[in-house]
């Protein structure tokens, strides 16, 4: 085996790529997946809420570490981001740790669902926060939700909850056709900050007019449809 300074940098990082590395158990010389070491380390974060798929949301019964989706019943059976109109989540996650003091603080709050089930990432929802629901038997929430903006297709194992721009918004309007200019009428009486994210919930920024203190124009470079926040 040549040195390894002598081998050639790779410049583009897949997730198929490979690394050797030494498995703990046995010292065996091993080979590891980039994906799915990526999935490793995303699935024993630090995050709080990380929960297990248990079906979607049919009573009020939800083991510990578990999540189900509420649907739209109209949606098909192999249902998208947008059908989702709630998610039911156990107190404590998937590693016992209680998530109760901060479920109030998700009201009114932008959140996204991540899949981290599978080495390659399935992709996300974001979505508002209208309501909690404590379950009857005090071990479960119901989070109902507005849809805001999606990437790629749901997944049925393993996700993630985390708030998506760390705070509450006073005011909010969707933006459903693409314009390059948005007039958003708040009506909220002072000079509020804001912030502009595209239909899949990206962050995007244009230049912001402040026209009155109940009127902001924003400019982007080409059309686009999406939200805006204003807290």
Avoid: C
């Avoid at 998208?80 to 156990?90: C, K, L, P």
């Avoid at 209208?130 to 507005?146: C, E, H, R």
């Avoid at 995007?204 to 982007?220: D, H, L, M, P, Q």
């Amino acid at each position: 085996m040549a040195r390894i300074k002598l081998y050639p940098n790779d410049t583009t990082i897949e997730g198929g790529d490979k690394l050797v590395g030494t498995d703990i158990n046995g010292n065996a010389t091993k080979n590891y997946q980039i994906e799915e070491l990526a999935q490793y380390f995303e699935q024993t974060g630090n995050a709080l809420f990380q929960y297990n798929f248990a079906g979607t949301y049919t009573s009020e019964t939800i083991d510990t570490g578990e999540y189900r989706y509420q649907v739209d019943p109209s949606a098909p059976t192999v249902y998208g981001w947008a059908n989702i109109t709630g998610i039911a989540i156990s107190r404590y996650n998937r590693n016992g740790e209680d998530a109760t003091p901060i479920i109030p603080f998700l009201v009114n709050q932008l959140i996204k669902i991540t899949d981290i089930g599978t080495s390659e990432s399935l992709g996300y929802g974001l979505y508002k926060v209208k309501s909690s629901t404590t379950l009857s038997n005090g071990g479960a929430y119901l989070l109902t939700l507005a849809f805001k903006g999606a990437s790629s297709t749901v997944g049925n194992s393993v996700i993630s909850i985390a708030p998506f721009g760390g705070q509450d918004y006073e005011y909010d309007e969707e933006i459903p056709v693409a314009a390059s200019t948005w007039e958003i009428n708040h009506n909220l009486g002072r000079f509020p900050s804001i912030t502009t994210v595209d239909s899949a919930g990206s962050e995007i920024t244009g230049a912001v007019t402040y026209n009155n203190e109940n009127k902001i124009t924003v400019v982007f470079n080409s059309a686009t449809s999406g939200n805006a926040y204003l807290n």
